[in-house]
Nanobody, 132 residues
Framework: QSQVVESGGGVVQPGESLTLSCRAS????????IGWFRQAPGREREGVSC????????YYRSSVKGRFTISRVNAENTVYLQMNSLKLEDTGVYHC?????????????????????????WGKGTQVTVSS
């Protein structure tokens, strides 16, 4: 079965860090654009970051740029999201999702930073709570 599974969430204080993992099975992750999306209670799901199929180009929403880093380790078939300097507003359920298509700089804003409508495979999510 083709699936992605997230891990690494937890409870941290503002300014601390977490690393999320998205491991793919049943398909070669490098051939897919992988996105991280988050959703807080009462809010719409929003794209956080994604890494493009094959070329590995990365994209970030403005509120996390400079704090979060997405990376892909092909040998592990895993995408990571390193989150530094976490803020209260980063709280939410974080999902990874995959779609077998490239992400050009023209396509990326809608594909990766919106609600993720075009994504085909979704993980069940991991909770990130930033609380003082």
């Amino acid at each position: 079965q083709s699936q992605v599974v997230e891990s690494g969430g937890g409870v941290v204080q503002p300014g601390e860090s977490l690393t999320l993992s998205c491991r793919a099975s049943g398909f070669t992750l490098d051939e897919y654009t992988i996105g991280w999306f988050r959703q807080a209670p009462g809010r719409e799901r929003e794209g956080v970051s994604c890494i493009g199929a094959n070329d590995g180009t990365t994209y970030y929403r403005s509120s996390v740029k400079g704090r979060f880093t997405i990376s892909r380790v092909n040998a592990e078939n895993t995408v990571y999201l390193q989150m530094n300097s976490l803020k209260l507003e980063d709280t939410g359920v974080y999902h990874c999702a995959a779609v077998r298509r490239p992400a050009s700089r023209y396509e990326a804003p809608e594909l990766c930073l919106g609600a993720g409508i075009e994504m085909n495979y979704w993980g069940k999510g991991t909770q990130v709570t930033v609380s003082s």
